[in-house]
C-alpha cells in the first residue's frame, strides 16, 4: 500500500511539472525551481500567495510573521484548521505544505518584521539573494519599512493593499503604487513612501472598489470592550489595529494568488502585460506651468517689476503629492475633479522672491501655502484675494475656511520630514 501511495504522489509531481513545463517553458520552470522567495506576513493573503509558490515549484521559502493562527483566521486562511489554532502561523503554513510539496525548502521565522530587523530577515539564503520579496503586512509601518527596505536596496518586491472591506473581484488591479486610487490603505503607504524619496517602481495589487450604502465597514469596537480599560491592550502589540475590520473570505485569498501569479511569472520571464493606469504626469507638468505662472504674476503685480524666469521650489512629484494624497485630486472649493490648479490660499505679507543669489530670482513658496481648485475658481481668487483687496471671509464660507485649515495642518505635519 505504502508503495503504491509513493508511485501515485510521484506521478502526481510529474504531472505537476510538465503541466508547469509547458506553460513557462524549461527554461521558465528551471529559473523558477531555483528562486528563493520571502513572504512577509502569513495571514489570508500570505498563505495563499505561499501555497500558489510551492504548488508551482518554487524551490525555497522565507517566512516571516510573529502572530498565531486564530479563529478567525479561518476564514481566510488557505491551509489552516480548528487543530491550528494558537500555532504560529510560520509554521502552519510549513507543516500543511510540506505534507503537498515535499520538494520546497521552507525556512521559517517567527518574527516582526522591523525597520531594525530588515537586513537580517532579508538576508541572502545559502548565498542566494531574494529573488522576489512579497509584503503581505497590515500593519502600515511595517509594511512602508518592508518597501522602503527593498526600494533602497534594489530588492524586488510586490505588496498587497488592502483586502478588508472589499467585495468585488473584478476592481483588483495589479499597477504600480504611484498609480493605484480609492484605497485607503495604497494612500497611506504611498503617501509615507513618498516622505522617505520612494514615489513609484512598487508593483502593486490594489481594489478600486468604494465604500457604499450597505457595504461593509471598519467597525468600532464595543462599548463592552472600551469599559475594560486601555484599548491599547487589547492588541497583539503596541500600535497595531484593535478596530474590527471586516474581511469576506475570498478576497484575501484572489490578492494572494495575483501577488503569486506576479511572482512566479516574473521570474520565469513571463510576458506581463497589465492594463495601463491612467497616466497623470502631463496633468502634474501642466500644474506646475501655471503654478510657475501664477507666482510671477503675484511677483508683478506686488512686488517686482521684472518677474520672468521666477523659480519656483517645487517639483511635479509635489504636484503628484498635493494633488493626489492631499487633496485626493478634487478641489477644495467645490469638489470638482477637472481642470484642476494649484494657487496660494493666503496673500503673501511680504515679498516672497529671494534674490541673494545674483541673475537669479526665486520664489520662497512653500507646500503648505498652496490648495487645489479648478482654473475657474482660481481666476478668480487671483483677481479678487491675490491682487484684490477681498479677504478670503469675503469670498469663502467658514465651512470652506475650516476645510483648507485642516488640509494645511496636516500637509505642515508632513512637510516636517519631507
Known amino acids: ?193 513618498r516622505l522617505l524619496g520612494v514615489n513609484d517602481g512598487i508593483p502593486v495589487v490594489f481594489s478600486t472598489e468604494r465604500p457604499g450604502p450597505g457595504k461593509a465597514e471598519l467597525q468600532p469596537l464595543s462599548e463592552e470592550e472600551f469599559a475594560k480599560g486601555n484599548v491599547g491592550e487589547l492588541g497583539v502589540l503596541a500600535d497595531f489595529r484593535v478596530r474590527i475590520l471586516p474581511v469576506l473570505g475570498t478576497m484575501p485569498a484572489i490578492f494572494g494568488l495575483a501577488v503569486a501569479n506576479h511572482v512566479i511569472l516574473s521570474i520565469a520571464g513571463y510576458p506581463l502585460e497589465y492594463l495601463p493606469s491612467k497616466s497623470r504626469d502631463k496633468m502634474y507638468d501642466g500644474i506646475l506651468g501655471a503654478l510657475q505662472g501664477a507666482e510671477e504674476r503675484l511677483a508683478r503685480a506686488l512686488f517686482i517689476e521684472d518677474a520672468q524666469g521666477l523659480k519656483i521650489p517645487i517639483t511635479q512629484s509635489d504636484v503628484g503629492y498635493l494633488v493626489e494624497e492631499v487633496y485626493n485630486g478634487r478641489s477644495i472649493i467645490s469638489g470638482l475633479s477637472t481642470r484642476l490648479v494649484l494657487s496660494r490660499w493666503k496673500k503673501p505679507a511680504t515679498n516672497f522672491v529671494d534674490e541673494s543669489i545674483s541673475g537669479q530670482k526665486s520664489s520662497t513658496l512653500k507646500m503648505n501655502e498652496l490648495v487645489l481648485m479648478t482654473k475657474e475658481e482660481a481666476a478668480r481668487h487671483e483677481k479678487q484675494v491675490m491682487k484684490g483687496e477681498k479677504s478670503l471671509d469675503d469670498l469663502y464660507d467658514q465651512e470652506t475656511i475650516e476645510r483648507v485649515s485642516q488640509r494645511m495642518k496636516e500637509e505642515a505635519r508632513y512637510e516636517r520630514f519631507r
Not at 509547458?22 to 498563505?47: H, I, M, P, Q, Y
Not at 478588508?164 to 503617501?191: E, H, N, V, Y
Request: aromatic share 6%; charged share 20%; hydrophobic share 40%.
Open 1 to 193: 500500500m505504502g508503495s503504491q501511495l509513493l508511485t501515485f504522489t510521484l506521478e502526481l509531481i510529474l504531472e505537476q511539472l510538465a503541466r508547469n513545463r509547458v506553460f513557462l517553458t524549461d527554461e521558465g520552470l528551471s529559473k523558477l525551481r531555483n528562486a528563493f522567495v520571502v513572504v512577509v506576513g502569513c495571514g489570508g493573503v500570505g498563505s495563499h500567495a505561499t501555497a500558489a509558490l510551492a504548488r508551482s515549484g518554487c524551490a525555497s521559502i522565507r517566512l516571516i510573521d510573529f502572530d498565531q493562527v486564530t479563529l478567525s483566521s479561518l476564514n481566510r486562511h488557505a491551509v489552516a484548521t480548528l487543530a491550528d489554532v494558537g500555532t504560529s502561523k510560520v509554521h502552519c503554513l510549513r507543516k500543511r505544505l510540506e505534507q503537498i510539496t515535499p520538494w520546497t525548502h521552507f525556512e521559517c521565522r517567527n518574527e516582526l518584521f522591523s525597520e531594525q530587523s530588515a537586513a537580517a530577515q532579508l538576508s541572502d539564503l545559502n548565498g542566494q539573494q531574494p529573488d522576489f520579496v512579497i509584503d503581505a503586512i497590515d500593519n502600515i509601518d511595517s509594511k512602508v519599512a518592508l518597501l522602503n527596505y527593498c526600494s533602497k536596496n534594489k530588492l524586488k518586491v510586490i505588496s498587497s493593499m488592502g483586502a478588508g472591506c472589499k467585495s468585488d473581484p473584478t476592481r483588483i488591479f495589479i499597477g504600480d503604487i504611484s498609480a493605484s486610487t480609492d484605497d485607503p490603505l495604497s494612500k497611506t503607504t504611498r503617501r509615507k513612501l
